[in-house]
């Protein structure tokens, strides 16, 4: 079956450690995407990307930061330098970035806490 | 700035009751609309959503949506809900042009109870 997957689905990490969220996408899509969810806040963009080797800040970008080596995988790292890393992160992705009509297909997320 | 608004953070209804969940969108020439739902711990599953022609667009699970481009607003409704309904849903817009990113609501907890 097609879609994307995400592991872990819970991660713990210490103050002052980068850790990685991973993302896997078996739908031939060009797009990537992460977000940051936090409770009655929404969905807020991280990083996206449009095309392999290629990667755009979102609206969150600082403390975070992602590669796009591959087009099915798009990985993202919380640094130490993000001060409030505790959320649920969801990665997504769609067909085309430059299209709005595009339907974002999401992951199933992963929680990170921070101990 | 562009701008979603889901007037609701929660909807407590009873089981067989009608809902509808509201969505308001800062105007533009061209909107692109979805809703999607989230169940607890899940990622988002796109319930519907609007490009262009019919203003009524039908979804799964028996949900439809109406956009109303005078009152910038696509509102989410269901008939007659059941319990396994009860999940976070969430409106968003992409507004074209240039733009291509999506932005979300913040979403609005609907619950129903027996």
């Known amino acids: 079956d097609g879609g994307i997957t995400q592991s872990p689905k819970y991660l713990f990490r210490k103050e002052g450690q980068n850790v990685t969220l991973s993302c896997e996408q078996n739908?031939?899509?060009?797009?990537m995407y992460w977000y940051r969810q936090d409770p009655g806040q929404g969905l807020r963009l991280i990083y996206y990307?449009?095309?392999?080797?290629?990667?755009q800040k979102g609206d969150i970008a600082e403390g975070y930061s992602v590669s796009r080596e591959k087009k099915e995988s798009f990985p993202l790292t919380v640094t130490s330098a993000q001060k409030n890393p505790t959320a649920f992160y969801l990665c997504?992705?769609?067909?085309?970035?430059?299209?709005?009509?595009?339907?974002?297909?999401f992951g199933p997320g992963t929680r990170l806490t921070v101990l | 700035a562009q701008s979603v608004t889901q007037l609701d953070s929660q909807v407590p209804v009873f089981e067989e009751a009608p809902v509808e969940l509201r969505c308001n969108y800062s105007?533009?020439?061209?909107?692109?609309l979805f809703w999607y739902v989230q169940y607890p711990n899940q990622g988002l599953q796109l319930l519907l959503k609007?490009?262009?022609?019919?203003?009524l667009v039908k979804g799964i699970n028996g949900f439809e949506a109406e956009f109303n481009k005078s009152q910038t607003s696509f509102h989410l409704r269901k008939p007659s809900v059941h319990i396994s309904d009860t999940a976070e849903y969430f409106c968003?817009?992409?507004?074209?042009?240039?733009?291509?990113?999506?932005?979300f609501g913040k979403g609005t907890l609907l619950t129903v109870n027996p």
């Open positions: 105007s533009s020439v061209s909107v692109y």
């Open positions: 997504a992705s769609s067909m085309l970035f430059a299209d709005s009509t595009d339907t974002q297909y």
């Open positions: 990307s449009q095309i392999v080797n290629d990667f």
């Open positions: 968003a817009v992409s507004w074209g042009g240039s733009n291509y990113k999506l932005t």
């Open positions: 739908l031939n899509h060009d797009a």
């Open positions: 609007y490009l262009s022609g019919s203003t």
